[in-house]
């Protein structure tokens, strides 16, 4: 079916955009990806009803299918949604910055609490780290040899039976030895319970931490999600940081916990070693959740393709006759697609050397609008725009003939300047060298 599929859209060449009908099949594979993935089903049809609205209409590139087309719409949505707070830790102007890791036993806090001081400590800050964790003499243990291993202080008291006050004199210590950030490595339960979460509600109102970090297992998977949320209810959680994510775990919960929280991913850990670990980032983490990822090269392969054929095809036809109006409209759409000037200038022979071609959007608009406004006469010969013409075109366009006069200016610049370039290279344009 697909194999027909595919060649039907192919003969259509662009001219196919998303409907409800042509994408079922690719929504399907979403749904079992994204589930697959531990992603929470109530998020599932959320995120995908979203997606789809968003998607119909959409046209589809030649040499793609509509569910290649719809896969990387969703790629590029879930890359929207993971990256779209602010994920760097708030460092406070008056040092000590006070971290909270919180989270359920063996998640991964007392050695996120290592790589943390380690990242801090590669950005030239010092730290302290506060064994909190009381009850397990052990877990103070551990926390200490990692503080070896950093040559950083910890802060702990083994006879201490009160994880408050352990807290705020953790603090102190660093504020007397000016320390830039504390790190406070609390316990955790194998399952949430009250006295836990009476604890360190305790040790939040105590110290008032600038971060509250809850340290989730990806391996949990989606778990992870109604833990977080408790969490974040009873304590209110600033960040997250996702650990084990160098097992094969897919990375689902993240979404699902990004969706039911509100709060950002910060890091995430891949590995046990106190290096492995990076900012979280989301252009990976929804390739890993969407599994998806050749579909996804696949799809931005194609669309640089055309932008370059599209160029292709420009540069050709503005060696024969240079450019009118229409060529200049499909530029300025070129160039908006492709993001900046700049992407497109490689590929134009000439374009380098335009003056005043940074459009935003706003003038783009305009000039839209102006040339929208002309005859198709006009756009090809800007030549036979007269006096009147220009009154008309302005007045159609909602702008003045000094910017209509503008606009002819600019393209017979442009003409000026397409021809010396010509001239120098003899015609042959730097674009079918590189191909
Ligand atoms: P805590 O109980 O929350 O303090 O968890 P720990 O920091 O003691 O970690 C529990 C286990 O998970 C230890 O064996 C760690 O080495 C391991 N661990 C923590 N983070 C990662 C990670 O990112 N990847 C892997 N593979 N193991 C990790
Ligand atoms: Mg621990």
Do not use: C, W
């Amino acid at each position: 079916l697909n194999e027909k599929l595919q060649g039907v859209f192919r003969k259509l060449r662009g001219e196919v955009k998303l409907t409800e009908e042509n994408i079922k099949e690719a929504i399907k594979q979403v749904r079992i990806a994204l589930l697959e993935a531990d992603v929470n089903y109530k998020v599932v049809k959320k995120f995908i009803d979203n997606v789809q609205s968003k998607a119909i209409g959409e046209i589809v590139l030649k040499s793609l299918t509509p569910d290649q087309v719809f896969i990387k719409l969703v790629h590029d949505e879930l890359v929207s949604i993971l990256g779209s707070h602010t994920s760097k830790i708030n460092l406070k102007p008056n040092p000590p910055t006070v971290i909270m890791l919180v989270g359920l036993q063996g998640s991964g806090k007392t050695t996120t609490a290592g790589k943390l001081a380690k990242y801090f400590q590669k950005d030239g800050r010092s730290t302290l780290l506060v064994a909190d964790d009381i009850y397990r003499p052990a877990a103070i243990d551990q926390l200490i040899v990692l503080g070896n291993q950093l040559k950083t202080d910890v802060f702990y008291d083994k006879e201490s039976k009160n994880a408050t006050e352990i807290a705020v004199r953790g603090v102190d210590q660093a504020k007397k030895s000016a320390k830039d950030i504390v790190i406070i490595d609390t316990a955790g339960r194998l399952h949430i319970d009250e006295d836990l979460m009476k604890e360190l509600k305790s040790i939040k109102n105590a110290v008032n931490p600038d971060e509250i970090l809850f340290v989730a297992d990806a391996m949990i998977g989606q778990d992870a999600v109604n833990v977080a949320k408790q969490f974040n209810e009873a304590i209110g959680i600033t960040g997250v940081i996702f650990t084990k994510l160098d097992g094969d775990a897919r990375g689902g919960a993240a979404l699902s916990i990004m969706e039911v929280t509100g709060v950002p991913i910060k890091f995430v850990g891949i590995g046990e070693k106190l290096d492995a670990f990076e900012l979280f980032h989301p252009d990976r983490m929804a390739s890993r959740i969407l599994g998806m990822g050749d579909v996804v090269t696949l799809v931005e392969m194609a669309q640089e393709a055309i932008d370059a054929e599209e160029a292709k095809e420009m540069a050709t036809k503005v060696g024969k006759t240079g450019l009118d109006f229409n060529d200049l409209l499909q530029q300025f759409r070129m160039i908006k697609k492709m993001g900046s000037l700049e992407s497109i200038m490689k590929l134009i022979p000439g374009l380098s050397a335009m003056p005043d071609l940074n459009v935003d959007d706003k003038q783009f608009k305009r000039i839209e609008a102006i040339i929208y406004s002309m005859t198709p006469e006009e756009r090809k010969k800007a030549h036979i725009i007269n006096g009147s013409r220009k009154k008309r075109i302005a007045k159609g366009s909602g702008t003045t003939v000094n910017d209509v006069n503008k606009l002819i200016m600019q393209l017979e610049q442009m003409n000026k300047m397409l021809k010396k370039f010509k001239n120098k290279f003899g015609g042959t344009n730097k674009f079918d060298r590189k191909m």
